[in-house]
């Protein structure tokens, strides 16, 4: 409780037995014009991602929040991984250098889900929702600028509302990993409640929006093209009927960067004069 906006915390982690090397943390500016976000996903462990790690490690300085896309750690891409404990010891070994430094925000996707419940050892890494102690724009630590639940949930960082939404909990797309109609029907009424609020109290000092997703809603890569239509159905009039800025995800690998909606490129142009913007 009680953190203040880029004000440096000395820390240790363990126990009586064992304790960690001290590690400096600084908290982001979370009122500020400016924020800077690093955006990974599908990440794993192995060469690659130690590849990434230490990439991400040179850009630690420079940022505000570290956004993971989903797949994680691919500790639960099939029922018989169910939450490797030993796929998590080695993911938080080669992210450590950059997560002791660094606030992650996390959106759940399909090799994170495969345990009883789903996502639940993600859920306890990486506690997420207004359940976790959230800080608001004024720098105060409180749950009242976070909404959501769980595994789709909002925040304030510096000018941007971020949105994160779950592409696993749904009933309408066959790939949805969660088949749960109750948690759909949640989710979307929350979502819709959520961005329009966000787009109501745009502000010259707080002007985005930001999605972020695991799953895309359009894709060109030959093995997940067209994206995933039936999700599709149900977000994409809400995203652009409440002028979301940039939408994040994971999942495809590939980089896609145009306005679409409806399969047409197009913009919807905000209230803060913005334009509609896929990645």
């Given at each position: 409780d009680g953190?203040?906006?880029?004000?440096?915390?000395?820390y240790r982690v363990g126990s009586d037995e064992q304790m960690s090397p001290q590690r400096a943390f600084t908290a982001p500016g979370y009122a500020e014009l400016e924020a800077t976000m690093l955006v990974a996903a599908d990440i794993g462990t192995g060469e690659n991602a130690l590849l990434l790690w230490s990439q991400l490690r040179q850009e630690v300085a420079m940022a505000d929040v570290l956004m993971l896309a989903g797949?994680?750690?691919y500790a639960g891409v099939s029922p018989e991984d169910y939450g490797s404990q030993d796929t998590w010891d080695d993911f938080f070994e080669q992210a450590e250098e950059v997560l002791a430094l660094l606030p992650a925000s996390v959106a759940v996707g399909t090799q994170d889900a495969?345990?009883?419940?789903?996502?639940?050892p993600l859920n306890l890494r990486f506690p997420m929702g207004p359940s976790a102690r959230s800080i608001a724009a004024?720098?105060?630590?409180?749950?009242?600028?976070?909404?959501?639940f769980p595994n789709w949930y909002a925040y304030y960082m510096g000018p941007m509302r971020v949105v994160v939404v779950s592409t696993e909990h749904c009933t309408t797309s066959p790939a949805c990993?969660?088949?749960?109609?109750?948690?759909?029907?949640?989710?979307?009424?929350?979502?819709?409640?959520?961005?329009g609020n966000a787009d109501a109290r745009r502000t010259k000092r707080r002007p985005w929006v930001v999605l972020v997703g695991?799953?895309?809603?359009?894709?060109?890569s030959q093995e997940h093209s067209p994206g995933d239509t039936q999700l599709r159905l149900l977000m994409e009039p809400m995203i652009f009927r409440h002028g979301v800025d940039?939408?994040?995800?994971?999942?495809?690998?590939?980089?896609?960067?145009?306005?679409?909606?409806?399969r047409c490129m197009r913009a919807r142009t905000s209230v803060a004069n913005h334009s509609y913007l896929w990645n």
């Open positions: 953190v203040v906006s880029r004000q440096t915390y000395y797949g994680t750690a495969y345990s009883d419940p789903p996502f639940r004024d720098g105060s630590t409180t749950s009242s600028s976070m909404t959501g990993i969660v088949q749960d109609a109750a948690a759909e029907k949640e989710q979307l009424a929350w979502l819709d409640t959520e961005l695991h799953r895309p809603l359009y894709s060109s940039l939408a994040l995800w994971g999942h495809t690998r590939q980089v896609r960067f145009h306005p679409n909606f409806e």
